[in-house]
């Protein structure tokens, strides 16, 4: 079965570091996300990508962070200048968008420490 | 802006049934989708609703009610495996088809 993965799955940063978060969508999808999920918390969404553009982004996706989908598949997340609050899991997922029922599918996600 | 309320626990016993509720408040309602996840995992897709009505997949099924901003996942025949974190998500009909997650319920399943 297709799936998204996700490169590292654990990295620890010192703060002030930049990070790169490395993910490939499944190859037919058309949407790209990267969410992320603070120890305890629920999943936040931070980003939509399509047609190689944000499409949406939230109010935690400030200039330090960028998104790229430097070739036809990979997707990638870079946090510039780390903080200790960006310490959480970051979830890359991906979907065919309507004519596929919406269905969002989730990577193993990426834990960032940040020390 | 959008909000979802879930209840944050659930204990249940083994081979029971249990629902857990949701509902939401957005402008743009799209559909309810539900995931489950496991300490340390990714959020796992459960089942989606964009009609009223029951969607049976399995031991779970998941029920939406557009008019009362209201759905529910059912869990029958609880498993210890069962045991997880399970989280409603609404999309909105936007540019990016989005999920917008509520807090989550803790499911316990004793034995």
């Known amino acids: 079965e297709p799936e998204v993965t996700q490169t590292p799955s654990h990295q620890v940063t010192q703060m002030g570091q930049e990070v790169i978060l490395r993910c490939v969508p499944i190859s037919n999808h058309l949407y790209f996300y990267w969410y992320r999920q603070i120890l305890g918390q629920k999943v936040e969404f931070l980003v939509s990508?399509?047609?190689?553009?944000?499409?949406?982004k939230s109010e935690i996706f400030d200039d330090q962070f960028s998104v790229e989908r430097p070739d036809g598949s990979n997707f990638t997340l870079k946090i510039r200048s780390t903080k200790l609050e960006d310490s959480a899991m970051y979830f890359c997922?991906?979907?065919?968008?309507?004519?596929?029922?919406?269905?969002?599918?989730f990577g193993e996600g990426s834990w960032l420490t940040v020390v | 802006g959008q909000s979802l309320e879930q209840p944050s626990e659930v204990t249940a016993v083994e081979g029971a049934i249990v629902q857990i509720n949701c509902t939401y408040q957005?402008?743009?309602?799209?559909?309810l989708s539900w995931y489950q996840q496991h300490d340390g995992g990714a959020p796992t897709f459960l089942s989606y609703n964009a009609l009223d009505g029951l969607e049976e997949t399995g031991r779970f099924s998941s029920f939406l009610s557009r008019s009362d901003s209201y759905g529910y996942l059912l869990l029958q025949e609880l498993q210890m495996k069962d045991s997880a974190s399970y989280f409603c998500a609404v999309s909105r009909m936007d540019s990016s088809y989005k999920l917008i997650f509520g807090s989550g319920t803790r499911l316990l399943v004793r034995p």
């Open positions: 990508f399509y047609n190689n553009e944000i499409s949406e």
């Open positions: 957005t402008s743009g309602f799209y559909g």
């Open positions: 997922a991906s979907s065919g968008g309507a004519n596929s029922g919406n269905t969002i599918y």
